[in-house]
């Protein structure tokens, strides 16, 4: 699938990029913490590559969640507007420093250097909680590292992911991106990889406004044709994956909760449960006291539970909690903690057995990210921003080169579906879930086999 080991030399050059934004409103609001998402405004990128003479156009697409990317006071039109104010700054950048070569390359050294100095002057002479975090930047800087990939695909035939190995990269090993060096030497991105398998388990989100019962319902809900009721999503997509947010602050809400939802899970045929705490916790004892009393007092619920994803705070330097008392019940996977895999590094260390990748956080980190856990013998779930429109296709495409623990979660057509209906005339079974699975073989091509679809304004 990864080729051979012909070395082959490459210069792929930016030419120009162009910046827009896609304005998307939710129809249900969706609960980050203490912050709630009512909509969101996508980066649309479009990268015009060179290389040899042939110039293509790469592709990309991120939603700036600015509820998930940066909880803070501030009020949300400030941060959102500097959230595009600073991707217009990166395309600027971009377009005049990134230099040439390999799209893994090309990111890594961006995010590594210019990435660092461009955050610093947005931030400087900021005071204490307005500074724009590092994964805010990160996801400001996903849909122009994502394009490249596309561009680059497109330039050589091949597939965004298929390009990751030593024919590609040549003397770019995994040795000189990660540590220790030693146990890189010699490897690629493509040997951590596995056969895509077209067709994913899909996991579905119950966001903590979200009704599950008719006793829940305000009236307020929207009639428009989508399910409502957590019993209506699940008969109607064929789910047997449920994720569900909790509010990490709220012990009882949260122990009541998580059993009312698995109580329906069992009836309903679901058999995989993860819980979200959202960041909120600051004691892993909180989180062990709700997994002890499910288990002592619903097993079989208790059972269901896969994993638990990101109880404790996003700066993991800042807040190195021992968590090895939460891993050793269940698997415990970082989510925004992991910005790169020096924070999955340090995360290892602290307790934490699994990471959860998103291409939002670049699909450059990402990657380096799988690399150093697999290597370490972690395990890995890919996870969503609600991605819709573009911003569907390499998330997908990562869960199934990664080789999760079980598919991937993918929640636009919950929050958002209309945002993709044309995207669904050409991708039905990527924009819509049935069967509890979603259907990645319409995706064909070189890049990441949009099919036409980045056309779609």
């Not at 909680?129 to 695909?153: Q, R, T």
């Not at 259907?439 to 990441?448: A, C, K, N, T, W």
Request: hydrophobic content about 40%.
């Amino acid at each position: 699938m990864f080729g051979g080991r012909l070395v082959r030399i490459r210069g792929m050059k930016i030419v120009s990029i162009s910046l827009s934004f896609v304005p998307v409103v939710t129809r249900v609001p969706l609960k980050f913490g203490d912050q709630v998402l009512k909509e969101v405004s996508c980066a649309r990128v479009s990268v015009e590559v060179e290389e040899a003479g042939q110039r293509v156009l790469g592709w990309a697409e991120t939603p700036l969640s600015v509820a998930w990317v940066w909880p803070a006071n501030l009020g949300y039109v400030e941060r959102e507007e500097r959230l595009k104010a600073f991707c217009e700054k990166l395309r600027e950048d971009l377009e005049g420093n990134l230099g040439e070569g390999h799209p893994f390359v090309m990111g890594h050294r961006y995010i590594e250097g210019r990435l660092h100095e461009r955050l610093g002057e947005e931030n400087a002479g900021r005071a204490a909680g307005e500074e724009m975090p590092h994964l805010a930047a990160l996801v400001c800087l996903s849909a122009f590292d994502l394009a490249l990939y596309d561009g680059f695909g497109k330039l050589h035939g091949v597939g965004a992911f298929e390009c990751l190995s030593e024919e590609w990269l040549g003397e770019a090993d995994l040795a000189k991106f990660l540590e220790p060096a030693e146990k890189f030497s010699g490897k690629y991105p493509s040997d951590y990889m596995v056969e895509p398998e077209m067709r994913q388990p899909v996991w579905h989100l119950v966001g903590g406004l979200d009704p599950i019962c008719e006793e829940e319902l305000t009236g307020d809900e929207p009639d428009d044709g989508y399910p409502v009721l957590l019993r209506d999503w699940i008969r109607r997509d064929g789910l047997r994956c449920l994720k569900i947010k909790l509010r990490g602050n709220d012990l009882e809400w949260d122990f009541e909760r998580l059993v009312a939802i698995g109580k329906i899970s069992q009836e309903e045929g679901v058999t995989h449960l993860t819980t979200d705490f959202n960041c909120m916790v600051t004691d892993p004892d909180y989180v062990n006291e709700i997994l002890d009393r499910v288990k002592a007092d619903y097993a079989e619920i208790y059972e269901r539970i896969v994993y638990v994803e990101q109880p404790f705070p996003y700066d993991l330097e800042a807040n190195q909690i021992q968590v090895h008392s939460v891993s050793a019940r269940k698997p415990l996977f970082m989510d925004e903690s992991a910005h790169d895999w020096r924070y999955v590094r340090l995360g290892l260390d602290l307790g934490w057995t699994s990471v959860a990748l998103k291409t939002c956080k670049t699909l450059t980190g990402a990657i380096l990210s799988l690399c150093w856990a697999k290597e370490h013998g972690m395990t890995l779930m890919v996870q969503d921003l609600t991605n819709p429109r573009l911003a569907q296709v390499p998330h997908v495409l990562l869960a199934a080169y990664a080789g999760t623990i079980c598919g991937v979660e993918s929640n636009g057509m919950q929050f958002y579906p209309e945002a993709s209906r044309e995207f669904l005339k050409v991708h039905p079974g990527l924009y819509q879930r049935r069967d509890g699975v979603l259907d990645l073989s319409s995706l064909s091509g070189p890049g990441f086999g949009y099919a036409g679809v980045e056309e779609l304004a």
